[in-house]
């Protein structure tokens, strides 16, 4: 679950030192992304799980679209 899963790196001082501060529970995360499903089909913003070749999560990425 991916919630879960960022709201775990976003919590872990070895891994948060470059992400904005976290004050919410995996349950707030799990309500942000349903949120962001809905900017995802308007292609306004696309959300990236990264693994590392073993497989192994190790980060995230969102990438924000140019309007015109």
Request: net charge positive; proline share 1%; aromatic share 8%.
């Amino acid at each position: 679950d991916d919630a879960d899963y960022v709201h775990a790196l976003r919590t872990d001082p070895a891994y948060n030192t470059h992400l904005s501060a976290v004050t919410g529970t995996a349950a707030d995360q799990r309500r942000w992304i349903e949120a962001y499903k809905a900017r995802e089909a308007e292609r306004r913003e696309l959300y990236y799980v990264i693994e590392r070749r073993d497989g192994v999560r190790c980060g995230r990425a969102i990438s924000g679209r140019a309007r015109r």
